[in-house]
């Protein structure tokens, strides 16, 4: 599968922004879906993933209660809402997909074996 990140931008504190995942192949459906971030001079980070079924949701607990993932497999599309935004949500987010992850490892890069382009989320304050 092939992934495909947008909606990135320049949003101030308190803000919002959506960021879209889209997916190429008729499988899409089949495929977990993960965000990541990476700030500048930072580790990638696990920010909020959902199952195939979209059935179940995950997030990370800096982002718990003002990020929403989501998702519609007739679009192939993974949505991530960001709101409430603050200045350390800036980084370049990355979606991820993998069809075969169990929920344990839901969180760890090294468990999606796709990756989309990152977009970048810059937070004024």
């Known amino acids: 599968v092939q992934l495909q990140a947008s909606g990135g931008g320049l949003a101030q504190a308190g803000g919002s922004l959506r960021l879209s995942c889209a997916g190429s192949?008729?499988?899409?459906?089949?495929?977990?879906i993960g965000w990541f971030r990476q700030a500048a001079g930072k580790e990638r980070e696990f920010v909020a993933a959902?199952?195939?079924?979209?059935?179940?949701?995950y997030y990370a607990d800096s982002v718990k209660g003002r990020f929403t993932i989501s998702r519609d497999n007739a679009k192939s599309t993974v949505y991530l809402l960001m709101n409430s935004l603050k200045p350390e949500d800036t980084a370049v987010y990355y979606c991820?997909?993998?069809?075969?992850?169990?929920?344990?490892?839901?969180?760890?890069?090294?468990?999606?074996?796709?990756w989309g382009q990152g977009t970048q989320v810059t937070v004024s304050s």
């Open positions: 192949g008729r499988a899409f459906s089949r495929y977990s």
């Open positions: 991820a997909a993998d069809s075969s992850i169990i929920l344990s490892q839901i969180s760890r890069t090294d468990a999606y074996d796709y």
């Open positions: 959902i199952r195939y079924s979209g059935g179940y949701t």
